[in-house]
């Protein structure tokens, strides 16, 4: 009796495991990570560090902005600038002069395959334009960029800080860039393109060094070297 009791239960949980819906199934093994992050993680937050790149990696980069750009591209030798002291997220739309020829932005990018391009806008209007003009002017300018040159992968660059010295002297000072780098967090992450956080090495207590600033304002030969040193850490798609 017992051995028939024995046989008949075996037969019940062989059946329970072999009926579908009658067992628990096991869960399915995790997926591998994926080898590269999807494209909407790219702009959740500034590029990460990465290994450094060769200089030449920037022969097909265009940077465009205010007067601290063309002075790291002039002091550094890197990639094409068009700048001019007072351009702004406005004017930079419009504005002709850019080369010797006097051409506006679309006619420089006109036939021109850059691979990336450099912006660092923002300083020359924080005092004057209000956050929302100075939001949808930059997105305008992107919209128009990737219209200019579809090739190309946008960075914008977050606005170095000054020394505490000018930011307590006169205006722009380091709350107020601050908050613009805020704004352009944001615009990077809306519009889907790289932010690069150029502030990050120069943020000190009270902001810039006064060691790395002529002026409180530009960089030393010194602080341009670590600009770039910075954008050559961190790229994307190398």
Same mark, same amino acid.
Not at 138 to 146: E, P
């Given at each position: 009796?017992?051995?028939?009791?024995?046989?008949?239960?075996?037969?019940?949980?062989?059946?329970?495991?072999?009926?579908?819906?009658?067992?628990?199934?096991?869960?399915?093994?995790?997926?591998?990570?994926?080898?590269?992050?999807?494209?909407?993680?790219?702009?959740?937050?500034?590029? $990460?560090?990465?290994?450094?790149v060769d200089q030449s990696w920037f022969d097909d980069a265009l940077f465009l902005g205010e007067a601290r750009l063309q002075a790291m591209t002039a002091s550094t030798g890197v990639g094409t600038t068009l700048s001019f002291p007072d351009?702004?997220?406005?004017? =930079?739309?419009?504005?002709?002069?850019?080369?010797?020829?006097?051409?506006?932005?679309?006619?420089?990018?006109?036939?021109?395959?850059?691979?990336?391009?450099?912006?660092?806008?923002?300083?020359?209007? $924080? =005092? %004057?334009?209000?956050?929302?003009?100075?939001?949808?002017?930059?997105?305008?300018? *992107?919209?128009?960029?990737?219209?200019?040159?579809?090739?190309?992968?946008i960075y914008i660059q977050t606005l170095i800080p000054v020394t505490s010295y000018r930011s307590a002297a006169q205006s722009p000072g380091n709350a107020l860039l601050a908050r613009r780098n805020y704004l352009l967090s944001q615009l990077?992450?809306?519009?889907? =393109?790289?932010? =690069?956080?150029?502030?990050?090495?120069?943020?000190?207590?009270?902001?810039?060094?006064?060691?790395?600033?002529?002026?409180?304002?530009?960089?030393?030969?010194?602080?341009?070297? *670590? %600009?770039?040193?910075?954008?050559?850490?961190?790229?994307?798609?190398?």
């Amino acid at each position: 009796m017992k051995r028939r009791l024995s046989a008949a239960l075996c037969a019940a949980l062989f059946l329970a495991c072999a009926l579908p819906g009658r067992a628990t199934e096991l869960s399915p093994a995790p997926s591998a990570l994926p080898e590269v992050v999807d494209a909407p993680l790219l702009y959740e937050g500034p590029v $990460s560090a990465a290994p450094a790149v060769d200089q030449s990696w920037f022969d097909d980069a265009l940077f465009l902005g205010e007067a601290r750009l063309q002075a790291m591209t002039a002091s550094t030798g890197v990639g094409t600038t068009l700048s001019f002291p007072d351009l702004n997220v406005q004017n =930079v739309r419009t504005k002709n002069g850019f080369t010797d020829a006097g051409l506006t932005l679309s006619q420089a990018l006109k036939d021109n395959a850059y691979g990336k391009i450099y912006l660092m806008l923002g300083l020359n209007e $924080s =005092v %004057w334009m209000d956050e929302d003009t100075f939001y949808s002017e930059y997105a305008g300018l *992107i919209d128009d960029l990737r219209a200019l040159a579809p090739q190309a992968r946008i960075y914008i660059q977050t606005l170095i800080p000054v020394t505490s010295y000018r930011s307590a002297a006169q205006s722009p000072g380091n709350a107020l860039l601050a908050r613009r780098n805020y704004l352009l967090s944001q615009l990077a992450r809306e519009k889907q =393109v790289c932010l =690069v956080d150029t502030a990050a090495p120069f943020t000190q207590p009270g902001g810039l060094s006064t060691e790395l600033s002529t002026d409180g304002l530009f960089l030393t030969e010194q602080g341009y070297e *670590i %600009w770039l040193s910075y954008l050559r850490t961190h790229t994307v798609g190398t």
